[in-house]
């Protein structure tokens, strides 16, 4: 009698492109392909088939995904695309991609491990697979049970709240890719963050698309303020984070249970886009961030703002760009991005007349930040001779054999923000990175702080 031999899995490759919502959906992917066997690595090289969850958000985005996936299917890899990208062109990648295998959308990630062994049966058989696997309308969003596996070297975690949104502002196309409000249940949440606490994290950030809007869709009402208090007081998290707050959703309860927690950050995330009424109504934006900026600043004193502007929509004129510049002078907020304004088929703004010119979209962008790099470091001064508590990171090891701490206070979000930076010398006992730290503000630029370590 003879006995067949299993074949061996093959090694998976993965990369992961955009927002930490797509990282979190990449480890999910991890989780479940780890958990049924499969060995999963960074190094592409070093893997049998290559796995990677894109982004098409804006245009750079979107070319980022085709260099990354080019250079993989020029390096003789065969790919299963999953993510935003795959949503957006489905089958039209088989074209432009013949190493491509699979696609996989934004709402099937529960899917992946079947869609995983169909290809490894086809390239086993010497076939390609060619399959797509995309809901039209994506309505999937993974649970506490869903498995997952934390990739970064990092003491925060982030926890997704929600899938999708429901507005349709004029320049975006996330409600395409990521489909209607999808929220999870604060039992869910809570479930999971007390998940992540106790593998270690110190940090919970909360991410969606729209965070404010929280429990829109199953609760009829914005339950962020419930969640919060929730994640809050039975998570166990040290520090929790919450990421983007719509405008007109920004209420009096949400910053109210801010300030009650000390656990949660006195931190707020709120793209306003922009400041000129005619520029946000054309954007489908709200008219009214002036109100709600004004309302976060009375309501939680001491609150460090993020905020994004998009410079250059259609129609924006040196009087809407000068409005704007005046605001972010005059509001100083703690955080600022500026993007140019992307042209993206499938959204509302992309047929709009009045096209701004690339270089003067380019040139208004460059004025936004050179006046943010000269708040930003104003705010870093006032730091000056202060203690503030931060979480450690990183330990880097010095050529003299002494040590820096890469840490974050309060003001800065995982990945996007500054960070706070002591120098140790060899004789001094290093703490542990996850350990909260207590540091002197001696030295700043633009967007970093420099410190002492208080023993």
């Known amino acids: 009698m003879t006995t067949k031999t299993a074949k061996k899995l093959p090694v998976i490759g993965v990369s992961t492109l955009g927002c930490p919502k797509n990282l979190v959906d990449t480890e ?40 990354v996936l080019g250079a993989l299917a020029d390096a003789g890899q065969k790919l299963i695309i999953t993510g935003c990208m795959a949503q957006r062109y489905k089958g039209d990648l088989f074209d432009e991609l013949p190493e491509a295998q699979a696609v996989v959308g934004t709402g099937n990630v529960k899917d992946i491990l079947d869609v995983v062994r169909q290809v ?89 698309q729209d965070s404010t809007a929280y429990g829109t869709d199953i609760y009829k009402r914005r339950a962020l303020a419930d969640l919060l208090d929730a994640v809050a007081t039975e998570s166990g998290a040290k520090w929790i984070r919450v990421m983007y707050a719509y405008p007109t959703e920004m209420d009096e309860a949400m910053l109210e249970v801010i300030a009650k927690h000390d656990n949660i950050m006195n931190y707020i995330d709120i793209p306003l886009q922009h400041a ?65 304004y992307s042209k993206e088929m499938g959204t509302a703004a992309y047929d709009l007349a009045d096209q701004v010119p690339d270089e003067i979209k380019q040139e208004r962008r460059d004025k936004l930040m050179q006046l943010q790099q000269k708040i930003s470091l104003e705010k870093n001064q006032e730091l000056l001779g202060k203690e503030l508590t931060v979480l450690l990171e990183d330990i880097v090891e010095l050529e003299d054999g002494g040590y820096q701490l890469v840490s974050r206070s309060y003001r800065d979000a995982p990945e996007i923000d500054g960070q706070v930076y002591c120098e140790l010398d060899a004789e001094t006992i290093v703490p542990a990175p996850g350990s909260f730290i207590q540091v002197k503000v001696v030295d700043c630029d633009e967007y970093d702080l420099f410190g002492e370590l208080k023993l």
Request: aromatic share 6%.
């Open 28 to 67: 999910n992917i991890i989780g479940i392909l780890h958990g049924a066997g499969y060995q999963i690595t960074a190094d592409h090289d070093k893997a049998d088939l290559s796995l990677v969850n894109t982004c098409t958000f804006i245009e750079d985005s979107t070319n980022e995904s085709i260099e």
């Open 120 to 208: 490894t049966a086809k390239m086993n058989a010497g076939e390609d697979a060619k399959i797509i696997c995309v809901d039209e309308k994506p309505t999937s969003v993974a649970d506490a049970l869903t498995p997952r596996i934390h990739t970064q070297v990092s003491p925060s975690s982030y926890l997704k709240i929600a899938e999708g949104c429901d507005h349709r502002c004029a320049f975006c196309i996330i409600p395409h890719l990521r489909g209607d409000m999808n929220s999870r249940t604060i039992e869910d949440v809570v479930a999971e963050a007390k998940i992540l606490v106790e593998r270690g994290a110190q940090e919970i950030v909360l991410v969606s």
């Open 276 to 340: 000129s009424r005619d520029v946000l109504l054309r954007m489908k934006r709200p008219p009214t961030v002036r109100d709600t900026f004004a309302l976060i600043k009375d309501k939680l004193p001491g609150v460090c703002v993020r905020t994004t502007f998009i410079a250059g929509f259609p129609g924006e004129t040196d009087e809407d760009f000068q409005e704007l510049y005046s605001f972010i002078e005059d509001s100083r907020f703690d955080r600022v991005g500026i993007f140019t």
